[in-house]
């Protein structure tokens, strides 16, 4: 069985930085895609960055500039550096990957992490 284990999130002045941290765990044969979303109180869940295995990104517009995704692949882990946080940057962050292949399967699945929360005060 796969799980996504985030880390990192917290409470930071608006201004501030934080790292998120995600690492995939099981007897993983590949990942495809990994990101980060995110969902603020009565709000849909977003895309903020994504990172593919090749490294390609792509960032939401309201983060760009501001927030850097990179990832490991032999760590099978993903990070989110958050720089100039702000009020509205205030949500559950969740580390999300595509198309892991176990050992022994056939095709790929897609898994999410559980959350972290990120509070930026004004």
């Known amino acids: 069985q796969v799980q996504l284990v985030e880390s990192g999130g917290g409470l930071v002045q608006t201004g501030g930085s934080l790292r998120l941290s995600c690492a995939a765990s099981g007897t993983i044969f590949s990942v495809g895609a990994m990101g980060w979303y995110r969902q603020a109180s009565g709000k849909q869940r977003e895309l903020v960055a994504a990172?593919?295995?090749?490294?390609?990104?792509n960032y939401a517009g309201s983060v760009k500039g501001r927030f850097t995704i990179s990832r490991d692949n032999a760590k099978n882990a993903v990070y989110l550096q958050m720089n100039t946080l702000k009020p509205e940057d205030t949500a559950v962050y969740y580390c999300?990957?595509?198309?892991?292949?176990?050992?022994?399967?056939?095709?790929?699945?897609?898994?999410w992490g559980k959350g972290t929360l990120v509070t930026v005060s004004s």
């Open positions: 999300n990957a595509d198309r892991v292949v176990v050992a022994g399967a056939l095709y790929g699945k897609e898994y």
């Open positions: 990172i593919t295995s090749g490294g390609f990104t």
